[in-house]
């Protein structure tokens, strides 16, 4: 149990651009939902033909 609050204390000290990891995962999360969303609807364009 000491183990994982260790760790989960090093991993708040991690800061990227002053921002936090929750922010991080969010923004994640987003980049990749649009770009799932542009790819699928790329492939779509694709086959359209056939």
Request: overall charge neutral; aromatic content about 12%.
């Amino acid at each position: 149990m000491f183990l994982a609050e260790a760790a989960s204390e090093a991993a708040n000290q991690i800061k990227l651009f002053g921002m936090s990891n929750k922010f991080w995962i969010v923004i994640l999360v987003l980049v990749l939902f649009v770009v799932s969303i542009l790819t699928a609807s790329y492939n779509e364009d694709k086959t359209k033909g056939l």
